[in-house]
């Protein structure tokens, strides 16, 4: 029988490239340098709530970094260490080394160690702490936008909710953007290199877990300001207007695009840096000092929308 | 319908005393200080395997943090801050206030502040990043471990293991200590004071949660070196003796007592420190060159032990 501390040792032993001491002592330890400041965060991905049955475990062990990174993208930090604490119902050999390899495959892209973590028998979850690096006093918080900020997001959204929808039954997909949102859902980029150049041009960051409106609301409440969106500029697949089902866009969680709102004089430097590190970007709309949150149609008409995103508990 | 954000707010949001950047945003910010690492550690603790179904919710928010504490105190290093995931089946009001009463009531008792985490739907599971403060290079390692050092540990080894083969109906306990066995169980009681001073006089500890020799064998085999134990020696219930039962002192697992290796020259400090921490120490053996575990009976003879401690896949 395997042990837990074989587990281990096969399969998430890996060399240290920026850590004082990793796996294997009862804690990890980490030097965080001078006039830097240390960000954590946390995420559980449970199955059946989190990630389908049978997903793939190579992109759910890419996924379960990637989405953690994309807390620390948003705080304009350069993520560094990660634990991974993991509960199974069995040892599957095949599994563990599928799932480690997506893992490292991320944490090797954007330069992660793995220093610590749990491994134990028990329903499917994965829980990931990640930390990273910021400049003191430079993290990019939810209540920095400023009125008559631009607002900008990374990439389309919609697309990992739709490829949700679509391998659950609910939606019928043209092939041609398929397997586009089923990547989407399963093997997201963090918004890593953009991240990491955001602090000084950003006023405001979030990334796009739980759909835009909520997440934009988070910004809005913690900055005490409104928004102004226009529908037609937000980004995504042209199927999205053909079939007018926008609370994909609006609603859909999974995205982990960021949403981040600048002074219009940082227009040039942040296509700048967008260009630098590949990662599209998007003017949708402006802060603005009445507390609400308007979405324009084409007709420059205010539209509804439901002003709930993803809830797990809901 | 309570979302995750109103179970946070509700539950998980205190005052923070030590952080930049406490639970709200996308990751937490804190500053280490300099001259200083930061010792991490992640544990798990899934119901039916790490506690019993209709665990006293109070206790077991105690209890996971305690267990995490326990782990920062094996590096000598001082705990700070902490992460909180967790995956409940449906939202109980009842069973929340119950355990983040527990949770943070040994949160404040060992000076730390929940920074950050998440909140699900799943299975019970509880899932913790714990991160405390070291000077640099003085962590005390699994590796140090000196040939002659004595080996010492804290408080009363068996009690968890009693407790829970008592309250699985394996064990029949003398009523004078089945309470004491099951609060080691349910409540214990991180060595994160006598920790804090250790690193300056012990050469290697660990925290024993999988059993005495099981974590004693880490020791041994980090720092290349074996031991000799007197059984008599190890501190336990006078129940142990009578009964014979000494798999629980060690193999027994969840005790969360410290062990821990010195020079014999530290003697007095080391019981200097015990006294100022209000900590019993007890000294159960020695180092030795040959790299053996041997464990002796009251006549000098070597006793035969089951190698193994707890493996929650085995």
Redesign the interface.
């Known amino acids: ?5 074989e ?1 281990i040792e096969r399969y998430f032993k890996k060399k240290m490239k920026q850590t ?2 990793g796996v ?9 340098r ?1 006039n830097y ?8 991905l ?1 199955e059946n ?2 990630f389908l049955k049978n997903t793939n475990p190579s992109h759910l062990g890419w996924k379960s970094l990637a989405v953690n990174l994309s ?2 993208a ?2 304009g ?1 350069i993520p560094k ?1 990660a ?5 199974l119902p ?2 599957n050999h095949t599994w563990l080394k599928k799932f480690s390899k997506g893992f490292f495959k991320c944490a090797d892209k954007f330069g992660i160690d793995l ?9 499917l ?1 994965i ?1 990931i ?4 690096e ?1 400049k ?1 006093d430079e ?1 990019l ?3 920095g936008a400023k009125i008559n900020d631009d607002i900008w997001v990374t990439g389309q959204l919609g697309l990992a909710s739709m490829g949700l929808a679509n391998l659950q039954g609910q939606l019928k997909l043209p092939p041609r953007i398929k397997m586009k949102c089923i990547r989407a859902l399963e093997i997201p980029t963090p918004k890593t290199f953009l991240g990491s150049y955001l602090s000084r041009y950003a006023n405001s ?3 796009i877990s739980d759909g835009l409106i909520q997440d934009l609301r988070h910004i809005l409440k ?1 900055s005490k300001v409104g928004a102004s969106l226009l529908l037609n500029d937000i980004p995504c697949e042209k199927f999205i207007h053909t079939s007018k089902q926008y609370q994909f866009v609006l609603n859909g969680g999974d995205d982990y695009e960021l949403l981040f709102t600048a002074a219009k004089k940082n227009r040039p430097f942040i296509k700048k840096i967008a260009k630098k590190t590949n990662t599209p970007v998007t003017m949708i709309g402006n802060i603005t000092k009445k507390k609400a949150l308007n979405i324009l149609s084409e007709q420059g008409k205010s539209i509804k929308f439901n002003p709930k995103g993803f ?4």
Chains 1, 2 share one sequence.
């Not at 029988?1 to 501390?5: A, I, L, N, Q, R």
């Not at 400041?37 to 559980?44: C, E, G, K, N, Y």
């Open positions: 029988m395997t042990s837990e501390f587990i004082a001491l294997g002592d009862d804690a990890a330890m980490i030097h965080v001078n400041q240390l960000a954590i965060s946390s995420d559980m449970i709530i989190h807390d620390i948003a705080m930090a260490w634990t991974l604490s993991i509960s069995k040892i220093i610590g973590g749990d491994t134990t028998k028990g329903p979850s829980s702490t990640i930390m990273g910021s003191k993290a918080l939810r209540s960051c979030i990334d913690a809830d797990h508990f809901a």
